[in-house]
Nanobody
Framework: QVQLVESGGGLVQAGGSLRLSCAASGRFNSINVMGWYRQAPGKQRELVAA???????RVADSVKGRFTVSRDNAKNAVYLQMSSLKPEDTAVYYC?????????????WGQGTQVTVSS
């Protein structure tokens, strides 16, 4: 079982910045992937950014150059630094991790944190 605790969402004006944090805890051997997804009202959940072992990152085109994903392996944490925020970035942001356990890989979702960007 993996528990994820997210923080850092809120209300910000367009052009502003926010930093999301997510910390993983529980029983697992290692973390393969840590990432962030978002879901706006009436839309499907979409990948925002992910970071793999070896610090390889994948970032959605819609946020490239504005958002940066990073991780702290010692804290089992992943961060999303969001800059130059736009109203269309408004969504619930979810942390997602895939960990290695004895029986294979296990995925887990955070509870979600609301990000609202006002125009």
């Amino acid at each position: 079982q993996v528990q994820l605790v997210e923080s850092g969402g809120g209300l910000v004006q367009a052009g502003g910045s926010l930093r999301l944090s997510c910390a993983a805890s529980g029983r697992f051997n290692s973390i393969n992937v840590m990432g962030w997804y978002r879901q706006a009202p009436g839309k499907q959940r979409e990948l925002v950014a992910a970071i793999f072992s070896g610090d390889i990152t994948r970032v959605a085109d819609s946020v490239k150059g504005r958002f940066t994903v990073s991780r702290d392996n010692a804290k089992n944490a992943v961060y999303l630094q969001m800059s130059s925020l736009k109203p269309e970035d408004t969504a619930v942001y979810y942390c997602n991790v895939i960990v290695r356990v004895a029986t294979g890989n296990l995925g887990s979702w955070g509870q979600g944190t609301q990000v609202t960007v006002s125009s």
